[in-house]
Structures are given as C-alpha cells and as structure tokens.
C-alpha cells in the first residue's frame, strides 16, 4: 500500500539528493525519513535508490517510480484545487518560481498586483539561478527566460525577448565600435559564465534574416563572472562589451549609459515563457493559476524593452586590441 505521504517523501529525496534534504523539506529528523523510505522499498520490494555517503540517485525501478509519482502527486493536487476554489473567487496558494534578475525587476511587482486583485489567494514567489524540477520541487509554475530543454513542460510566451551588445559609450570612444560580428572577437567582451573555463560563444542571428544569417563568435576578456548583474555594472563603468537582455538595459539604453552596437544583430533565445509541469491525464489548470497566467500575460504584452534601442555613434571604427586570453 503506498499513500500521498510516500509519494512526497519519494520526490523530495530526488530533488534534494540526500535523505537529510528531504528530511529538511519535509520537517522531519532524518532518521524517520530513513525508515520510512527503508519500510517503503519493503513493502513494494524493490529498492528505489542507490544510497552512497554523501548522495542518493534513484534505481532504474526508481525512475519508474518517481515518473508515476509525479503524476500522482499532481493528481492529488488538481483534486484539492477543485474542492478549495470557490465558484466566484479565487483562493488557495500557488507557488511560482522565477529567475532572481527578472523575478526581482518585473515578477515581483505584478505577483503583488495579482495577490491585491485576489485577497484569498496566498502566493510564494521563489527566486533561484537555475530552473528547478518543477513537479518535483512543489511549483505550480515558473517565469523564466528562454524555453527549457525539457519538452514535457508546458510553456505559453508571455513577451519577446532578445539579447544585443552593448557598451558604455566611453568604451566605444576609446575602443571604436564593431562593425561586424566577427569583429567582436577583436574587442574586450564582459562574459556571464558558470564555474568553468569553456570559451564564450556568441551566436548572433541578423533581425531581417534570423534563420539564414546566424554567426557564431569566440569572445574573451580579463573580466566575468557568473552575475549578470556584475557583469552589467562593468560594462556600465566601460570595462567591455556586454550582451546581456533588452529587459534588464532597455533604461540603460534609454537613458545614454549605454549604447546598442551591431542592433542589426541579437541573440533570440531569450523570450519571456510562462512554464508549467505536465499534468496527469484528465486533470485541468487550476482557475487560479489561468488567472496568474493571463494576468502577467496581459501586463508584459507591450513591454517597454522592445521599444527603439539607442544605437552607437559610429565614431572611430578603428580596430580594437584583441583582449587577453
């Protein structure tokens, strides 16, 4: 017999990959959880996960298991939405996850509009850098930049989005702005990178030609970091150049501290997407998370970041020092 708390006790140990994660999530000492999953693989006579001292990672059977078990738990969850949610007004909780960049800036303010159109609704938005297993974790959605590799998810576009190059125009007054694509190899680049030593690509795709004019370039220079906000206060101050979101410079832009170089170019794979986990057959979005959805959907369906960028002067196109690598 297996009920809803081993289901939940399952996904938590695959999402946190550790019993003690699990047992943090769940608010229970690590030696129940323990048992419990020991009693669970007992009962059902199989052995879910592979149990090393510092890591758990589940058995094929375990897979198998926690594909089910995620289908089951959404089950569970459709069914209390429906016997919560009152015929007029909306209410019960909704978790959303989001990027901490966009989440901050633009999610937050309209979750707090939404929350204040609906009093009986209680809304936890969860900030993180990386795209969490969103059944696994709990989250009825998140807003996040770019399609995930995951196809299973449902995703709905909420606005367009793309990543161009910029600069401070004291960069581009000492430096010369590119002319081409190709030339940004020769200028000193401010690149957003994990915990790895990889060269940075940037494939730039022509606006009047996105599928047939794509070009692919090896940037460097001394400085990066893994904060895109880092990196924008660096181009900021002039240290390179940066491509980063319209969203997150469209004021920059606006306002003269930074210039739009090569706008004929861009990086399209940065839209605005409204992701949720797959449902169980049968089972219908809940009215309060349709709501959410039309709600940031109407708000972000004239965003001001796709007005006119500030293009670069043209000024000295002189060639730039190739930067260190």
Same mark, same amino acid.
């Given at each position: 017999m297996?009920?809803?708390?081993?289901?939940? *006790? $399952?996904?938590?140990?695959?999402?946190?990959?550790?019993?003690?994660?699990?047992?943090?999530?769940l608010d229970l000492a690590p030696p129940v959880v323990t048992k419990r999953l020991a009693a669970l693989e007992a009962r059902i006579g199989v052995r879910l996960f592979h149990r090393t001292t510092r890591r758990v990672s589940?058995?094929?059977?375990?897979?198998?298991?926690?594909?089910?078990?995620?289908?089951?738990?959404?089950?569970?969850?459709?069914?209390?939405?429906?016997?919560?949610?009152?015929?007029?007004?909306?209410?019960?909780p909704l978790r959303l996850c989001s990027s901490f960049g966009f989440g901050r800036a633009w999610v937050a303010p309209l979750v707090a509009q939404f929350s204040a159109l609906?009093?009986?609704?209680?809304?936890?938005?969860?900030?993180?850098?990386?795209?969490?297993?969103?059944?696994?974790?709990?989250?009825?959605?998140?807003?996040?930049?770019?399609?995930?590799?995951?196809?299973?998810?449902?995703?709905?576009?909420?606005?367009?989005?793309?990543?161009?190059?910029?600069?401070?125009?004291g960069y581009v007054e000492r430096h010369g702005a590119p002319q081409t694509p190709a030339e940004l190899s020769r200028h000193t680049c401010l690149v957003v990178r994990e915990n790895d030593d990889r060269p940075a690509l940037w494939r730039l795709q022509a606006l009047?030609?996105?599928?047939?004019?794509?070009?692919?370039?090896?940037?460097?220079?001394?400085?990066?970091?893994?904060?895109?906000?880092? $990196?924008?206060?660096?181009?900021?101050?002039?240290?390179?150049? *940066?491509?980063?979101?319209?969203?997150?410079?469209?004021?920059?832009?606006?306002?003269?501290?930074?210039?739009?170089?090569?706008?004929?170019?861009?990086?399209?794979?940065?839209? $605005?997407q409204f992701l949720m986990p797959p449902r169980a057959a049968g089972t219908d979005v809940p009215k309060r998370l349709r709501a959410l959805q039309d709600h940031l959907s109407r708000a972000l369906a004239d965003p001001p970041w796709l007005s006119a960028?500030?293009?670069?002067?043209?000024?000295?196109a002189r060639r730039a020092p190739r930067p260190p690598r």
């Open positions: 297996i009920d809803r708390s081993d289901l939940m *006790m $399952v996904l938590q140990v695959m999402e946190h990959g550790s019993l003690s994660g699990a047992a943090r999530a589940p058995t094929a059977e375990g897979q198998q298991f926690l594909q089910h078990a995620r289908f089951l738990a959404e089950g569970f969850k459709a069914l209390e939405q429906t016997l919560t949610e009152g015929a007029h007004e909306l209410q019960g609906h009093p009986r609704l209680t809304v936890q938005l969860h900030l993180s850098e990386h795209l969490p297993d969103l059944a696994a974790a709990g989250f009825d959605a998140a807003v996040w930049l770019w399609t995930p590799r995951d196809t299973s998810m449902v995703s709905r576009r909420l606005a367009a989005n793309r990543r161009v190059v910029v600069a401070a125009p009047a030609r996105p599928q047939r004019d794509v070009q692919t370039v090896r940037v460097g220079g001394p400085l990066s970091s893994n904060s895109g906000e880092v $990196v924008r206060e660096w181009a900021l101050r002039g240290h390179g150049l *940066m491509l980063r979101s319209l969203w997150d410079v469209h004021q920059h832009l606006a306002s003269g501290a930074l210039v739009h170089l090569l706008p004929e170019y861009a990086m399209l794979d940065a839209d $605005v960028p500030v293009a670069a002067p043209q000024g000295r």
